[in-house]
């Protein structure tokens, strides 16, 4: 997938192979698709949709459904015919969601040394426009100066400039995927920036609810 090859892409020509309307709305199908779809707490992309004479199609969310990605169109749109089609990807919004989702990885890690055990990894992690929450199923392992000087340390790591990568991982299972820095490997099918200095400052703090550890964290300079 475009997105995996080259997150960094902002713009790429393909074809609209079909369209549709499901429970979400309208949507197109496209083939090499440069959207990510919404996936392991990673919001879909957004951005337009150039067809063949002019027209202009807003793309508010992209998801998987039935084995294949789907466009999901503004209200107002009709279900497009198949043709070319330019697709132009929100950048800010794309980047964004792409640096918290490695500032996830590296609380989690930091965590981890600051405690000098494993952690299971979070149940859920989604990421919201502004920032994101670890929902970690239990409710003892840490606390807030844990995680205070957790945070303190992944922002000074981060601050080195550290290549991050991500890669195709076959031993995990088919179609798993993982992220790489500095000798920390997890678990991971989303996008994220190729150097760790790009993540910027996170800030965080949690809460325990319902048995389980809340962390929410965002970035300090957006």
């Known amino acids: 997938m475009v997105y995996f090859e080259d997150p960094y892409r902002t713009e790429a020509d393909t074809s609209a192979v079909r369209?549709?309307?499901?429970?979400?709305?309208?949507?197109?199908v496209l083939t090499g698709p440069l959207f990510y779809p919404q996936g392991g707490g990673q919001k879909g992309d957004r951005g337009l949709l150039r067809l063949a004479g002019g027209h202009v199609l807003t793309v508010v969310d992209t998801?998987?459904?039935?084995?294949?990605?789907?466009?999901?169109?503004?209200?107002?749109?009709?279900?497009?015919?198949?043709?070319?089609?330019?697709?132009e990807l929100d950048w800010p919004f794309r980047y964004h969601q792409m640096r918290l989702h490695s500032a996830a990885h590296?609380?989690?890690?930091?965590?981890?040394?600051?405690?000098?055990?494993?952690?299971?990894?979070?149940v859920r992690a989604p990421l919201s426009e502004s920032g994101g929450e670890c929902h970690y199923a239990f409710a003892d392992r840490f606390g807030?100066?844990?995680?205070?000087?957790?945070?303190?340390?992944?922002?000074?790591?981060?601050?080195?400039?550290?290549?991050?990568v991500t890669?195709?991982?076959?031993?995990?299972?088919?179609?798993?995927?993982?992220?790489?820095?500095?000798?920390?490997?997890?678990?991971?099918?989303?996008?994220?920036?190729?150097?760790?200095?790009?993540?910027?400052?996170?800030?965080?703090?949690?809460?325990?609810?319902?048995?389980?550890?809340?962390?929410?964290?965002?970035?300090?300079?957006?």
């Open 63 to 87: 998801r998987k459904a039935d084995d294949e990605i789907r466009h999901y169109l503004a209200a107002g749109h009709e279900p497009p015919e198949p043709g070319p089609v330019r697709q």
């Open 167 to 222: 890669r195709a991982d076959e031993e995990r299972g088919p179609g798993m995927r993982s992220w790489h820095c500095a000798g920390d490997t997890v678990a991971c099918g989303g996008l994220h920036p190729r150097d760790s200095s790009e993540v910027g400052d996170i800030t965080a703090s949690m809460r325990i609810k319902r048995g389980k550890t809340l962390v929410s964290f965002g970035l300090a300079h957006g």
């Open 106 to 122: 590296f609380l989690h890690v930091a965590l981890e040394r600051e405690l000098g055990a494993s952690l299971p990894y979070p």
């Open 19 to 28: 369209s549709g309307v499901d429970d979400r709305g309208v949507y197109v």
């Open 144 to 164: 807030p100066d844990h995680l205070e000087r957790a945070v303190k340390a992944a922002n000074a790591h981060t601050a080195q400039g550290h290549p991050i």
